[in-house]
């Protein structure tokens, strides 16, 4: 069983601040994938990532995918309430047809 | 596109009753996804199909749970006998695609409180 970890599981902020969240595992996954969802409604796909190290930047939000393929982050630049929901980090393993979820972090923005 | 539909939206039930939840997945899209949410298991997959086949039902709980596909374009979740500790969020999702690194495609869920 391939298990992700998240952390923290709740982040509160002000807005204008900087957050980081962290999804761990022991297994190495051929890609990774970031989900935000608000409440009452499902989680909506903010980034794939694929390539060990790779970096990819969506405005204020900075992906990033562990060199081994094992852990990626989120970089929130200047958080706004927008931003507040559940993050969750999917991976897939090579030739899988299906995604194993993190516990996700809940993060809250205040104004 | 309309996206993926789910109905009903909230579903309340007495213990023992069945519940059929379904889903709508987006037009051209083979490949559809049943998962539940809760605050203590998170996101977990429960079955999904193929082409209207399903694949892997290895994340159903019991023996309570069904799921069926009888076309492309409608799935079923059926719970019978219902039991409190099935209160939970099911989210139905819809690929198109081989490959897990493809975007799925969640619907709004359905939020069953079992009493």
């Known amino acids: 069983t391939q298990l992700l970890e998240q952390s923290p599981q709740f982040l509160s902020i002000q807005e204008g601040e900087n957050l980081t969240v962290y999804c761990n595992s022991s297994?190495?996954?051929?890609?990774l994938q970031w989900y935000r969802q608000e409440p009452g409604e499902g989680p909506v796909l903010l980034v794939t990532v694929v390539t060990g190290g790779e970096v990819k930047k969506l405005k204020r939000l900075t992906f990033q995918f562990g060199d081994a393929r094992k852990d990626s982050s989120l970089h929130i630049t200047a958080a706004q309430p927008g931003d507040t929901g559940l993050y969750l980090c999917a991976g897939a393993v090579a030739a899988g047809n299906k995604l194993t979820f993190g516990g996700g972090t809940r993060v809250l923005v205040k104004p | 596109d309309a996206g993926v539909i789910q109905s009903p939206r909230h579903e309340v039930t007495e213990m023992g009753q069945e519940v059929t939840l379904r889903c709508k997945p987006i037009s051209g899209h083979d490949y559809l996804f049943w998962y539940r949410q809760t605050m203590m298991r998170g996101l977990e997959l429960l079955i999904y199909?193929?082409?209207?086949?399903?694949?892997?039902d290895s994340g159903m709980p019991e023996d309570r749970f069904s799921a069926k596909m009888p076309n492309a374009s409608f799935s079923t979740l059926k719970i019978q006998p219902s039991e409190p500790r099935d209160s939970a969020v099911y989210f139905c999702?819809?690929?198109?695609?081989?490959?897990?690194?493809?975007?799925?495609?969640f619907g709004p869920g359905t939020r069953l409180t079992v009493t």
């Open positions: 199909f193929n082409n209207n086949v399903p694949i892997d």
């Open positions: 297994s190495v996954f051929s890609s």
């Open positions: 999702a819809s690929r198109r695609g081989l490959l897990a690194s493809y975007e799925q495609y």
